[in-house]
């Protein structure tokens, strides 16, 4: 079960990576935000392209859910953290993580 300090450390290991407010959550980014957490800890919202988005909310419908408005269209996704195992939580982390980096950093993994 993966927690909201879970995901705080994960996602400041990942190069260039800071942590900022924004509005009621704490955003994560790198020259983009790609992830977000909620000020209660529950829940995060990931920046995926919109096939991996499927892919994790058909794979992992318990964690995983779209946003229901134009946000979730373009990729943006609420995990539910309880449902995550730590590894899945980098691993989402991660594939965030690649969006946010500039253009010229991308790396491939």
């Known amino acids: 079960m993966a927690t909201a300090n879970d995901l705080r450390r994960l996602a400041l290991a990942?190069?260039?990576?800071?942590?900022?407010?924004?509005?009621?959550?704490?955003?994560?980014?790198?020259?983009?935000?790609?992830?977000?957490?909620?000020?209660d800890g529950k829940t995060a919202n990931f920046k995926f392209a919109p096939d991996e988005q499927e892919l994790k909310c058909m794979v992992a419908s318990d964690a995983f859910a779209a946003i229901p408005n134009a946000w979730g269209r373009q990729g943006w996704t609420t995990a539910t953290l309880?449902?995550?195992?730590?590894?899945?939580l980098?691993?989402?982390l991660e594939?965030?993580?690649q969006?946010?980096?500039?253009?010229?950093?991308?790396?491939?993994r």
């Open 99 to 108: 969006h946010a980096l500039p253009v010229k950093k991308k790396k491939r």
């Open 14 to 39: 990942l190069e260039g990576t800071t942590e900022a407010p924004h509005f009621d959550r704490a955003a994560f980014k790198v020259a983009r935000i790609y992830v977000t957490l909620a000020a």
């Open 90 to 92: 980098k691993a989402a």
């Open 82 to 88: 309880s449902k995550l195992k730590a590894a899945e």
């Open 95 to 97: 594939m965030a993580w």
